[in-house]
């Protein structure tokens, strides 16, 4: 797995090219600040040699292909690789929306992964305290939102869609604690 700092300027070079999938540019240069610009980057806080030098480090990782042409333009496309990463990029900055109101149901994710998925398994686990899940039994969690959309992304992003089962419900034990742990009271 292709892995580098959580890096602003990696972020939005690759935020451009999901959009496009290739940019051309005028030149790469370590003085050319028309790069911070291009890719969102705040020009104050970066260097135009550090967006240079990230570029090449995603090069080298085979996130991104640049290409030199005549008449002093580079064109920079995405790679297979770099299209992986704006999927991690796009799974790490998700978030479920919580509307004004509470429905009163509540969205249970029930999941069996074999062993020999750990690492998915813990992956989803893992996200879906991130999303703040009450954490009912080992492979058992429960939300108050609706989330379906979201949960299926992530199991299609693990590849794990068989081993999830998502239902909704409007009684549950232990809801009290439930209430409280969302702030629903």
Known sequence: ???????????????????????????IAPNSLQMLKMFGVNKKRYKSQSVYKTLKRMEKQNIIKIIKETDNKTIISITKNGKKKIIEYNIDNMEIKRPAKWDGKWRIISFDIPEKRKIAREALRMKLKDFNFYHLQKSLFAYPFPCKDE???????????????????????????????????
Do not use: H, P, R
């Open 151 to 185: 949960i299926d992304f992530v199991s299609e992003i693990f590849k794990i869609q068989k081993n999830i089962t998502y239902f909704e419900t409007l009684c549950i034990s232990d809801e009290l604690a439930m209430k409280k742990y969302f702030n629903l009271i």
């Open 1 to 27: 797995m292709i892995k580098f700092k959580k890096s602003t300027i990696a972020k939005g070079i690759l935020s451009v090219l999901a959009v496009g999938g290739v940019i051309t540019i005028a030149a």
